[in-house]
């Protein structure tokens, strides 16, 4: 029997924008993620016991997994306070939600020890909370991937309407992560407050395409929606590599490639596992000589999002 006092998750690593999408689309990932145990306390609150595999706040106020799970506690009448424990395998700073992972593992455990009063969908508003601390700004497009699984589109954030939508069987992701670290905040400092109106056209033009691309399971028309003229030109020159790396997987005959989050780890979404296996081969080619340490995760599309272990 299955003790409901604590839990063990699989937090899985995410990508945000996926192109076309800025601040609204992510997707979920399933073979790059930390787990997180959390245990029913009958001392009130949230304490965060451990963390393994990175330099993280302990303090509840200063740690992303401690603010989600508090403002999800602030709602509640709970009698009781959960300790937390992180074990983490996604690299801060690495573009791939390693702060989403933490804030929604909080909020998923802890619901699911209290007998699920919220759905994943309400969750997504406490997790974001936890976000609003790692970068500046409450976004969603990590978080909601990682608690709905598959890819999701944030329609609107006031009020929060977060969709569900269909993962193709033979998309697969290839990320790599140059081990340079792009701060979310900066990468967000560089954008600029207005666009051209036929830059604009564009890009909305692609996310519908793409949105239409996952439910009719057209490749290639989720290969041409996979561009993005607006952020990424911008963005890009953070990255070292970058446009060599992009031209690499596309020749390799990836979907698309571009910027996971706000980088520095580059995205590729391919059709089928071999092909998503020869694009990141071809993204390592380009950085091995160089000299740029990095580390590189080949996946299927997660529709599951986080996972009870």
């Given at each position: ?9 699989f ?28 245990r ?19 303090e ?47 909020v ?37 991937p990682?608690l ?22 033979h ?14 905040a900066?990468a ?21 395409g ?22 990424e030109p ?7 590599g ?24 580059i ?43």
């Open positions: 029997m299955e003790n409901m006092n604590e839990i063990r998750l937090c899985p690593a995410t990508i945000a924008n996926v192109a076309c999408g800025f601040d609204v689309l992510g997707v979920c990932l399933d073979t790059v993620g930390d787990e997180m145990l959390i029913k306390s009958p001392i009130k609150g949230i304490r965060i016991t451990k963390i393994t595999g990175a330099n993280l706040p302990l509840t106020t200063k740690n992303v997994a401690g603010v989600a799970a508090q403002s999800l506690l602030d709602s509640l009448e709970c009698p009781y306070g959960f300790e937390i424990e992180i074990y983490k395998k996604i690299k801060a700073g690495s573009g791939i939600g390693s702060s989403a992972a933490s804030a929604a593992g909080a998923f455990g802890i619901n699911h020890l209290l007998g699920s009063p919220y759905t994943q969908t309400q969750l997504i508003a406490f997790a974001m909370q936890g976000e609003a601390l790692a970068s500046g700004a409450p976004h969603a497009d990590n978080v909601a990682a709905m699984g598959g890819f999701t589109l944030v329609r609107s954030y006031t009020p929060l309407d977060v969709l569900s939508l269909p993962s193709p069987e998309l697969f992701a290839t990320v790599i992560h140059p081990q340079i670290e792009v701060k979310t900066d967000r400092a560089v954008l600029k407050q207005q666009i051209p109106l036929a830059k604009a056209i564009q890009q909305w033009g692609n996310l519908g793409l949105v239409s691309g996952l439910y009719e399971k057209d490749y290639d028309l989720i290969a041409r929606s996979l561009e993005d003229v607006i952020v911008i963005r890009s020159v953070l990255i070292p970058f446009k060599e790396v992009k031209e690499a997987a596309l020749k390799q005959g990836a979907l698309g490639s571009g910027i996971s989050g706000s980088g520095p780890s995205f590729a979404l391919s059709k089928g596992k071999e092909q998503a296996i020869a694009v990141g081969e071809a993204m390592q080619r380009v950085y091995t000589p160089m000299g740029v340490a990095f580390d590189i995760h080949i996946s299927r599309i997660n529709s599951e999002g986080i996972k009870i272990l």
